[in-house]
C-alpha cells in the first residue's frame, strides 16, 4: 500500500513489499465479535488462554491451523467499562500495531461489515473487496495536510482472488461516525467510495507503516444512499449479512491457502 | 481516568490508579515537532540514536534528566511520504501505547496547541488544563455505542497544580478535523469544550486502558467561534502560543518534581 498521488513510487513499493514465498501466517482483524464467531468456528481456532497483549486491553485473540495456514482472528473486544464493541479507528489502529508486533502476519485481512452505496451499484449482502481505502472525516486545511488527513491508499493488489471468488470490487472510505454529515458525504463522493466503514483506512495506516500487505472484505449491511436509517438497517441485517461474509472470507482463505502474495 | 457518567465508579479507578510515591518518569506526547522543539532545549534532552519503537515508524524521542525527573518527549513525527507531522488520533494513540510500553511513564502530560471558544473564556494566547476529554466526530447512534463514540473521561485530577500555576482549567473535545462541521459543533456543545484539538481524547484513551495517570497542558491558537478561519489563525498564532505553551509546560514540571500525583 502507498498513497495513490505518485503511481510509479506506490507501485515499487508494491513490488518491494509483496513477499514471493507462500503466505503461511494470516491475521484477520475484525471489529465486532458477531462478525468474528462463525469464522472462529469455521476454522476451529481457540481461544488464546495467555494473551499476547498488555494486561487490562480488552483485545481477544484466536487461533489455529487451516490447511498449510496459521491463522490468528482478532477482535478489539468489549469496551471494558461500556461492555460494547471497541469499534473505530483508533481502537483498530492500537489492536493492528500490537498484532503485528506480536504475530507478524504475512499477511492482514480485514474483514467486516459496511455501508455501500446504491448509486455506486452496491446492495445489502454485497461483499466487497477493497481496491483503495481513505478516511472521510479528518479534514485538515492546510495543504499537504489535507492529503495526510484524507491518507489515501491502495490496498494489496488481488486481481486473481477478485476474479476466481468473483468479489465486487470498490473504493472504501472509512469515518468514526456509523451516520453520515454533509461533509463526509462530500468527503466519501471526493474518495469515489462505493463501501464505507469505520476501521479500515486506520487499519491501512499501520499495515503500511509496519510494511504487512493488507486486503479488505467488506459485507454491505446498510445502503448509505438509501431511505432507511442507518443504524436501524445495520441492526436489522448484521447477522444474515455476516453469514455471507463469513462464507466469502472462508472462500479468500481456501483460495489464499499455498500461494504467494504476488499470486493473489 | 475513568467514564464521567458514573462518578462513584469513576473516583474509585482514580484513587486505585494514582500512585503515592513521587513521579520519577514523565512522558510528554506533543504531535508537532515545532511545539516540541523549545521544550527538548530546555530540558536539554537528548535524541534517542536507537529508537525504541519499531523499525519503519516515523516517531521521534527525546530523553535526559531534569532536577529529580526522567523526561521523555515523544512526537509522531513527519509522515515518511508527506513530510507534515503526524497529527490526529491514530497517530497519537499508536505513540501512547508504544510509548506506555517502551518506556513505563509515571505521569503522561499531552501538551500542544488547541482551539479555544471566546463564548466559554478563553482567548488566544490562553494556557489550559484539561478537566475532562471526549470526542466530538464519533458519532454512533446505538445505545450505549454512542457514549463509547463521545469517549467522555476525566484527566488526572490536579487542583493544586492549576492554582499554584493559575492554570485556566476547561473541558477538551477533540476530533480529527481541523476545522468546525456543524455536527462537530454541536457534539462539542453537547461535550461542554472549552478547548478543541486533534489528540486529547485518543492519548486519554490508552492511558486510561493501559492504566497510566495523564494530564492536558494546551494553549489556544484560534478561536473557534470567531471570524477568523481556523487554518489561518492556527498558522499566524502557532509560534507565539507555542512559547507560552512551553513556559507553562516548564513550570509544571518545576511544580512536579518531587510531588507524587496524589499531591498534583
Redesign the interface.
Known amino acids: 500500500m502507498?498513497?495513490p498521488h505518485?503511481d510509479k513510487a506506490a507501485a515499487e513499493v508494491n513490488d518491494e513489499q509483496i513477499p514471493k514465498r507462500p503466505i503461511s501466517n494470516i491475521l484477520f482483524i475484525i471489529a465486532m465479535q458477531t462478525e468474528a464467531s462463525p469464522l472462529v468456528d469455521k476454522f476451529q481456532l481457540a481461544e488464546d488462554p495467555d494473551s499476547v497483549f498488555?494486561k487490562?486491553?480488552p483485545w481477544v485473540r484466536y487461533y489455529g491451523k487451516y490447511k498449510d495456514l496459521n491463522i490468528n482472528i482478532v477482535c478489539p473486544g468489549k469496551?471494558?467499562?461500556?461492555?460494547?464493541d471497541?469499534?473505530?479507528?483508533?481502537s483498530a489502529?492500537?489492536l493492528t500495531?500490537?498484532s503485528i508486533?506480536a504475530l507478524q502476519p504475512d499477511l492482514i485481512i480485514n474483514a467486516g461489515t459496511s455501508g455501500g452505496f446504491k448509486a455506486k451499484g452496491a446492495s445489502v449482502g454485497d461483499v466487497y473487496l477493497a481496491s483503495d481505502v481513505a478516511?472521510h472525516?479528518?479534514?485538515?486545511?492546510?495543504p499537504?495536510?489535507d492529503?495526510?488527513?484524507v491518507g489515501s491508499r491502495q490496498a494489496c493488489s488481488t486481481p486473481n482472488l477478485a476474479e476466481e471468488l468473483n468479489l465486487k470490487v470498490g473504493k472504501l472510505s472509512t469515518g468514526?461516525?456509523?451516520?453520515m454529515?454533509?461533509?463526509d458525504e462530500e468527503a466519501m463522493v471526493a474518495n469515489d467510495a462505493t463501501i464505507k466503514d469505520m476501521e479500515g483506512a486506520?487499519i491501512a495506516?499501520?499495515a503500511d507503516?509496519?510494511?504487512v500487505p493488507a486486503i479488505f472484505l467488506k459485507a454491505v449491511t446498510d445502503i448509505v444512499d438509501g431511505d432507511k436509517p442507518t443504524?436501524e438497517e445495520?441492526?436489522q441485517n448484521l447477522l444474515a449479512v455476516t453469514a455471507a461474509l463469513d462464507l466469502a472470507a472462508t472462500k479468500v482463505v481456501d483460495f489464499i491457502n499455498g500461494k504467494s502474495c504476488s499470486e493473489l
Open positions: 502507498a498513497p505518485d498488555p487490562g486491553v469496551d471494558t467499562v461500556l461492555g460494547v471497541c469499534v473505530g479507528t483508533v489502529s492500537l500495531y500490537a508486533q478516511f472525516d479528518r479534514r485538515i486545511p492546510i499537504v495536510f492529503l495526510y488527513g468514526d461516525s456509523l451516520d454529515s454533509p461533509h486506520a495506516y499501520v507503516l509496519l510494511k443504524a445495520f441492526l
